[in-house]
């Protein structure tokens, strides 16, 4: 009797699983292992998390623990990974499999299925805990690769569901090119010289008598907070650079007495950096600026190689768009300087930032900036970033992909560069930086043999037009297809819309982005809701181009 209570057990909890996860229960064996014994379990603080990922499903022992947080808020999400499929089928006999595959804010999926569901349900703020059966060491691998990979897909995802603030800043900044220089004119034109990558990290104090002495023997480069520690210590690095969407970057720059440096920015960046310098102001194509800015290069005929193609995806600082600079200019070496990538000393930032970030470990971190312990190179305990390990793997990459090329890193504190060695910077000067050369002279005049087009002004404005005519088409589309009256003419309208070039450049992928907001919220199916932020989106882009366009 109990044998027979068990399979009907199995078979309605395996009807659930296929109604559910059909690939799961498809690809599942007939027969499972035992399923497992009760865990201990040991959960991270949940208060401000959006959604758990956990490792190993067991007994489902997790689902018990959170099932009151869960529950709190119904856009709360439980995703359990498990890779042993025989795991699964022995948890479906199990009592508190009905309750679990019955609640839709709890998942089970393959762990290989991880990047799919972080762009499915892109969230702010996720932990990830593992079961006991995982070692130490393999918990702490499977936390720090799954928060890379939400961080990336929630900082994408707001990026389009919020794309209207970074097409503010095109419409600005995109006035500036007319009168910038065009900086993939210079590929090349350094060919062999030796470049000082310098980041904001606390160590970069202890270079600072020794880059002032390199002026003259390599070329210095920094951006964003770099540049007010720099030049708060005397120094004004050759080449400046300026590529986030927000405030903190102006404030940043705001601070910095480097007035004169050449500055070079996406269309992206914050429009107010402007405001901080002279220039001269070169203009970057670097395929960072989203495709309004692909769209307008195409249109001015801006067509040189992508400076930092060979970046990976992690690269997401401007630390890894100034190593990428080094790189097309033909600087060898490329030298590493300040890039601690951890809080050195409990220190984020070297003086003449504006801010000195402590590190807390028991303050509310988004994903990229969850605190891990990591060794320094000196082999002592230290905290870093998920964001800095981020960096740290993609530096080592680029150095990786260009082996005619020779890294070191100087930086005395941090996590280091993974394959990317050590070295002093006044060996780096005594050995790689020997001969002195007048470089400012010979920035200043590549700068001016590189001119942006003569007619970008009239072609900006003829296409910017063109944009916002397209742009209240689509408008008008979607407001027939908001209302929902006429399906017939709804569907007419949809069709009508994809053909337009607003469309094309501005809302390629917002159906889907919405889509996935709703799905976070609990509300995926409801169409009326997405047409009607889509009309939202849409104006709010409207409203920028006509204050832009006068």
């Known amino acids: 009797m109990a044998r027979r209570s068990s399979m009907h057990h199995f078979e309605e909890n395996y009807a659930r699983l296929m109604e559910r996860f059909p690939q799961i229960a498809l690809e599942m064996p007939a027969e499972g292992a035992r399923y497992a014994a009760e865990e201990s379990v040991s959960l991270p603080s949940m208060e401000h998390i959006e959604a758990l990922y956990f490792y190993g499903l067991g007994s489902g022992e997790v689902y018990d623990l959170v099932k009151l947080w869960l529950h709190e808020k119904s856009t709360r999400r439980l995703i359990i990974f498990e890779k042993d499929l025989r795991c699964i089928a022995a948890f479906l006999h199990h009592p508190r499999a009905s309750a679990l595959l019955a609640d839709l804010q709890t998942m089970i999926a393959h762990p290989q299925d991880a990047q799919t569901l972080v762009q499915q349900f892109p969230f702010e703020r996720i932990e990830v805990a593992v079961s006991s059966s995982f070692s130490p060491r393999a918990a702490c691998t499977l936390r720090i690769e799954l928060l890379r990979k939400a961080s990336l897909a929630s900082a994408l995802h707001l990026d389009r569901l919020h794309g209207y603030q970074v097409f503010q800043n095109f419409l600005r900044n995109i006035q500036h090119l007319p009168h910038s220089f065009y900086a993939n004119l210079l590929e090349g034109k350094f060919k062999g010289t030796p470049a000082i990558i310098c980041g ?29 520690a720099l030049s708060s210590q005397g120094i004004s690095p050759h080449f400046g650079m300026a590529i986030d969407p927000n405030l903190e970057e102006y404030r940043r720059l705001k601070n910095s007495f480097a007035f004169e440096v050449p500055l070079l ?126 960096e740290s793997a993609s530096f080592s990459h680029f150095a990786s992909t260009h082996p005619e090329i020779t890294f070191l890193n100087t930086t005395e504190g941090g996590i280091g560069i993974k394959g990317v060695p050590y070295c002093s910077l006044d060996s780096v000067l005594d050995q790689y930086c020997c001969e ?41 589309h979607l407001e027939v297809i908001a209302e929902g009256k006429s399906p017939g003419m709804a569907a007419i309208a949809e069709l009508e819309m994809v053909d337009e070039i607003a469309y094309l450049y501005l809302f390629y992928d917002a159906p889907l982005v919405i889509e996935r907001e709703l799905a976070k919220e609990g509300i995926a199916e409801d169409a009326n809701k997405k047409w009607e932020r889509f009309l939202r989106l849409a104006k709010q882009y409207q409203q920028s181009l006509t204050q832009a366009l006068g």
């Not at 104090?205 to 951006?223: D, M, R, T, V, Y």
């Not at 690269?315 to 601690?340: E, H, K, R, Y």
């Not at 971190?365 to 981020?390: C, E, F, H, I």
């Not at 700068?447 to 087009?453: E, G, L, R, S, V």
Request: proline share 4%; hydrophobic share 45%.
């Open 200 to 228: 904001a990290g606390p160590s970069l104090q202890q270079a600072i008598p020794l880059l002032k002495i390199a002026e003259n023997k390599a070329l210095i480069i920094a951006g964003g907070s770099t540049l007010a």
């Open 265 to 390: 920015y996406s269309t992206r960046v914050f429009p107010s950096v402007f405001q901080t310098c002279n220039g001269p102001f070169g203009y970057m194509r670097a395929g960072i600026g989203g495709v309004p800015e692909l769209w307008m290069e195409e249109e001015l005929q801006l067509k040189e190689q992508l400076i930092g193609a060979h970046l990976s995806s992690d690269s997401i600082s401007v630390t890894a768009i100034c190593l990428a600079w080094a790189q097309f200019l033909g600087c060898n070496p490329i030298v590493f300087s300040g890039v601690d990538l951890a809080y050195t000393n409990r220190r984020r930032y070297a003086s003449g930032v504006g801010a000195d970030e402590l590190f807390d470990a028991d303050g509310d971190q988004g994903m990229a900036d969850k605190l891990v312990k990591r060794k320094d190179r000196k082999g002592k305990s230290v905290y870093t970033a998920v964001r800095w390990l981020m």
């Open 436 to 476: 002195a050369s007048d470089l400012r002279a010979r920035v200043q005049k590549e700068i001016a043999m590189a001119p942006m087009p003569l007619d970008t002004a009239d072609v900006i404005r003829k296409r910017l037009e063109e944009l916002k005519t397209s742009l209240a088409r689509v408008v008008l």
